[in-house]
């Protein structure tokens, strides 16, 4: 175990039957969160930090480091607990009727007792492709657990990805399913 300022974070050892995850303990109650103001004023950068399972080629790869960005969110007009992004350009999307290559970005909470939030998002063409204003077939979900330090201060989340792709590879030039366990943890040494 390593310790973090009012956070501990608890090292995953392998297992023949899992190989990665993440853990952080504090003394904050589980049914304690942060609104998704205070994540969206959070000053902390919040570097990605995960493995995925790469399905084409049979083995887990580290994800790529990327900040999460809370800042460039917008706050939801209703419902209040929410954020969205809209990201113009992506090397990810790409729809063999489109050239639009935009992400579409969704925070949310589960519910207002505890510290879970979902995160997920779609390549903008699909919903073009589908006639839908939202995307209705399977997004990159990614169910997510708030990390609160000792005092109740918001350090991240912990979350996986389990996505799986109901048109194949026609529809975007990633492998059919995404599978992963991923961090955003802002001062997290290792």
């Known amino acids: 175990m390593q310790s973090l300022a009012g956070l501990v974070r608890l090292t995953f050892r392998s297992s023949d039957d899992a190989t990665d995850g993440y853990a952080y303990g504090s003394k904050a109650e589980l049914s304690t969160r942060r609104a998704v103001s205070s994540v969206h004023d959070s000053p902390y950068v919040l570097p990605l930090g995960g493995w995925s399972w790469d399905q084409k080629a049979g083995k887990r790869m580290r994800m790529k480091s990327s ?22 350009t992506s090397g990810a999307c790409k729809c063999a009727d489109s050239p639009d290559t935009s992400i579409q970005y969704y925070l ?11 995160w997920w998002h779609w390549c903008t063409c699909l919903t073009a492709k589908h006639r839908q204003l939202c995307h209705s077939g399977n997004s990159h979900v990614k169910p997510l657990l708030q990390v609160l330090d ?7 989340w912990v979350g996986v990805e389990a996505s799986f792709s109901p048109y194949g590879t026609d529809a975007v030039a990633l492998p059919d399913h995404m599978l992963g366990v991923l961090r955003f943890i802002e001062s997290d040494p290792a």
């Open 67 to 88: 900040p999460f960005g809370q800042q460039n969110y917008r706050h939801c007009r209703t419902p209040s607990w929410c954020m969205t992004q809209y990201q113009s």
């Open 108 to 118: 949310a909470r589960v519910n207002n007792h505890d510290r879970r939030d979902t």
């Open 150 to 156: 000792d005092s109740g201060k918001f350090r991240g």
